[in-house]
């Protein structure tokens, strides 16, 4: 394709004056006078506000999906008074509709009844009543004000009205365990969601001005005994923390699905514990808002620390302007330190005279090294970086090439680190930027399938893997990174040929029943 | 530049100015034309309820910031749920139009509006990168792995 081809393309790509006129008379039904009014009192606008609007709007948008025919509604055909709507009985009406409703309705008491409603290809029943005080479940701090819910011999559906400002409902549909509207989603109390579930969430609140609190909240649950778990004092953030908090949450969701499936395949790994027993350490953020609701989200930070690679998400966290997102991960609990160390692997500390402190270093320690590698890119000899203990601070560093090369490679580290005490090295077969070529094929791959509709792998990122419940890694040390992919069941031996005969073993494939749905990723 | 004001006039204009561009990108995005088309009135509408701008430059980059999350959105949905194969009539109709798409698929989504943002409303790499929420570097490279794969402008030098 040259540039000609592709600009004199896109000038061939208008849209018809019928169209034009077409989408101008509609516009103009559905709010022209309300624009002309608000334009006149615009008091300017704030671009940061007004960018988190627009992808509130887009959140809200989304909503506009039509789960019948999995394709996206018309707008059009959305309420058009500004009185709220009485749908008659027995009317099928898209979800569309029913959130026009009750954004119409928000924060009066509700007084329609929605008798039937068209959702994920059933016809559910709902209805919306009057909102009386003690009608106002307990969940509703956590959930939201919950409207009404149906259960169904398979299905469960709520309605719940998450946010007091713009008192909009949102509707859950979850079947079989799966969770069917990605976006209409319950806050369970505890929960690990997809990045973009998260976000969207958070998206609620438009900025820190409108943030009541931040709240950390420290749990280590073990999970060989299930339910136990010893809670640490909360920290709430300061006004600052918030805004950095926002600001990074606001360039999050400009995470691309890729990058999201990237982190889908860590999410349900484990963590091990120095005595081998499976452990992890859970993070929730909650945010109140000035109207009351409660909105959290879980994230693990061993898991950021020993899982760098393709996950995205919480190598966001570890960037130096989030560091006090992780920065304490080393977890030292009242009731005990825990120690997040991970299995003996072999990895060469760093002792006697090359373990003094060097003043030339141009970097305090490896994980300021490391974070210049996230930024900037890793060198060709690092095969990859993980944690020992689960903290940022110790990191294990694996190099690749002969013996002589990786003693360069060490030597060339060390002059960089202040403090060498922080640094291990091991050996790896394949340098990480090899494997990140072999990903971004393979992630291309996914791409052109989801596009084609036949999608047989369902997720690849770089790292470790589980077996039964053990965190396994790769190589000699058992702690190298893979590029793993998981493929439909069906098609394992294929793709497990196919990757062998043309990548060696810098591809590990694992076999998955059905299509994991990533509307909800609960940890377990 | 200072927009209209009146409402029948001010949607006239973003319309008229603006729908080519959203379904520009919504049509790289998505590649089906009823839904770029969709995707271009779910962002007209949101231009109604949205925030108001009284600056040119803004407002078109909100448009275009809107479009993209909106496309990403409608696509995610697509990635999570089955949907039914296309029929010849749904998709492009010309051939030269399919094979442009079908050069245009080997980029991810980022790359393919960075292109397009670049190359043919001229917006810089910092300005992408402030309308994507990424990095300008990132928009640099990004920008140049997408001309590596499809092999274009490379021999004008550019």
């Known amino acids: 394709m040259t540039k000609q081809e592709y600009i004199g393309w896109l000038d061939q790509l208008s849209v018809s004056e019928e169209k034009q006129e077409e989408w101008i008379r509609r516009l103009k039904e559905e709010g022209g006078k309300e624009t002309a009014e608000r334009r006149q009192r615009a008091p300017g606008c704030r671009w940061i506000r007004t960018a988190v609007c627009c992808l509130a709007a887009a959140v809200l948008v989304l909503g506009a999906v039509k789960a019948g025919d999995g394709k996206p509604d ?17 009317k099928e009406v898209s979800r569309q509709q029913l959130e026009s409703l009750l954004e119409e309705t928000g924060p009066q008491e509700m007084g329609m009844e929605i008798r039937r409603i068209q959702a994920g290809g059933k016809i559910l029943e709902y209805e919306v009543k009057e909102m009386e005080g003690d009608k106002k479940e307990e969940a509703g701090q956590l959930k939201g004000e919950l409207l009404t819910s149906y259960q169904g011999p398979e299905e469960t559906g709520r309605a719940y009205r998450i946010s007091g400002r713009t008192g909009l409902a949102y509707l859950f549909l979850e079947e079989g365990g799966h969770n069917y509207l990605g976006r209409f989603f319950e806050m369970p109390e505890t929960g690990t969601f997809t990045v973009g579930e998260m976000l969207e969430l958070v998206y609620q609140v ?70 081998g027993e499976v452990a992890k350490v859970l993070r929730f953020v909650d945010i109140i808002t000035a109207e009351g609701d409660l909105i959290r989200f879980t994230y693990d930070p061993v898991q950021a620390a020993l899982y760098q690679g393709g996950y995205q998400f919480f190598s966001e966290m570890t960037e130096e302007e989030n560091k006090w997102m992780t920065e304490t991960a080393q977890i030292d609990l009242s009731a005990g330190t825990v120690q997040w160390k991970a299995p003996e692997d072999g990895a060469e500390p760093v002792t006697g005279k090359e373990a003094e402190e060097n003043p030339a270093g141009s970097f305090r320690n490896i994980s300021e090294l490391y974070q210049y590698w996230t930024d900037h890119g890793y060198p060709d000899y690092v095969g990859d970086v993980y944690s020992k203990d689960g903290g940022t601070e110790n990191l294990v560093v694996s190099l690749t090439g002969t013996e002589e090369e990786r003693k360069a490679a060490r030597k060339e580290i060390l002059d960089l680190l202040q403090n060498r005490k922080s640094v291990s090295f091991q050996r790896a077969a394949y340098s990480r930027n090899d494997l990140c070529t072999v990903l971004d094929e393979i992630i291309q791959e996914m791409s052109e399938q989801s596009a084609a509709g036949t999608v047989q792998i369902y997720g690849a990122g770089l790292g470790w893997t589980s077996v039964n419940g053990t965190v396994t890694g790769f190589g000699e040390s058992k702690k190298e990174s893979r590029v793993v992919v998981t493929v439909d069941a069906s098609v394992y031996e294929e793709y497990e040929k196919r990757y062998r005969e043309r990548y060696g073993d810098r591809v590990y494939v694992q076999a998955e029943e059905e299509a994991p749905h990533h509307d909800l990723a609960v940890m377990e | 530049m200072e927009l209209p004001m009146a409402g029948d006039t001010y949607i006239d204009y973003i319309v008229r100015t603006y729908s080519g561009m959203i379904y520009r990108i919504a049509y790289q995005n998505l590649q089906i034309k009823c839904d770029a088309e969709d995707v271009v009135q779910e962002v007209l509408i949101k231009v109604l309820k949205g925030p108001v701008f009284t600056e040119e430059r803004a407002l078109k980059a909100w448009l275009i910031r809107v479009t993209v999350n909106h496309c990403r959105n409608v696509t995610r949905y697509y990635s999570r749920h089955k949907t039914e194969p296309l029929t010849e009539t749904e998709t492009a109709g010309a051939p030269e139009d399919r094979r442009l798409l079908e050069e245009l698929a080997r980029l991810s989504a980022d790359e393919r509006n960075m292109i397009y943002l670049h190359y043919y409303e001229g917006y810089t790499a910092r300005e992408i990168g402030e309308m994507l929420d990424k990095k300008e570097n990132t928009v640099s490279s990004r920008i140049r792995r997408a001309r590596k794969k499809l092999k274009f402008m490379l021999e004008e030098g550019e």
């Open chain 1, 74 to 90: 018309g707008a059009g055909d959305g309420p058009q008074s500004d009185t709220v709507t009485v749908i008659p009985e027995e």
């Open chain 1, 206 to 275: 438009r900025g820190p001005e409108e943030m009541h609190q931040v709240i950390f909240r420290k749990t280590n649950v073990d999970n060989t005994e299930r339910g136990q778990s010893i809670q640490v004092p909360e920290v709430s953030l300061t006004e600052e923390e918030k805004e950095q908090f926002f600001r990074m949450v606001e360039k999050l969701v400009s995470l691309s699905p890729e990058q999201q499936e990237n982190r889908e395949i860590h999410s349900a790994w484990d963590v091990y514990g120095e005595t």
